[in-house]
């Protein structure tokens, strides 16, 4: 560093303030402030709900004024004699901060079909009972349904119904009905009335939902993603629908 001389004076008579000169540049340092720590948001986790329906008979032609909400198989069966499944199954809660991933319907036959099955799920009204439904008062039939084959040697029906869960979800229904029945074939299907000789839901809706789970919901305040849980319902359609 060269020091420049303090005795000169300027025109006033006022001694010159020093200044310095960096000869060598690379002495020279520049602040580098420390790195800002910016937290990795957790995942949201992801759940699937199994909810067992609270309702469910078939109906049929040949016996338009019988009800069999409370037989242990149902049948559909395109010809001679008609016959049409209904089921009734609660919708989970929406709660702040949860997104809808996705759902299916399972239903458990009573045993393996034949020969292939054609089957038709449909979205109908809700404001039934099983112990009052007849093929004469059978529940309005609405404009949403999907088409699924029942293979031979099956033992689980599977349909896709995402699109009216999601609706029904979001607005807050407390319940969701479908009809199933068949334009080639038939199928017999556990109701449930077999539930306890069963080692699975024999109505089983999966609903997969993403997002923040209270203890309603999930029995883990801190649930890691993709955990299953079950929602057990209860079988009567006056009481209000609660997990463990």
Known sequence: ??????????????????????????????????????????PKPTITLDVQNVSDLYVEEWNPDTNYGYEPDMKIESSPDKKTIYLKLPIPRKKAGQTFEGSLLHVKLFEPVSINCEATLGLCSDDWWEDTVTYQSQPLKMGWSVNSTIYTGAHTATFQVSEPVQDAWLSNKRFISFYIESSSGDALFHTKETDATLSQLPVNLQVKVKGDFGSSQAPDKT?????????????REDAHVQPY
């Open 223 to 235: 649930p890691t993603p993709s955990v299953d849980y079950r929602l057990f319902c209860p079988c």
């Open 1 to 42: 560093i060269e020091n420049h001389d303090l005795t000169n004076m300027d025109a006033d008579g006022f001694p010159q303030i020093p200044s310095f000169k960096m000869k060598n540049s690379s002495l020279a340092t520049t602040y580098t402030p420390p790195p800002t720590y910016t937290p990795t948001p957790s």
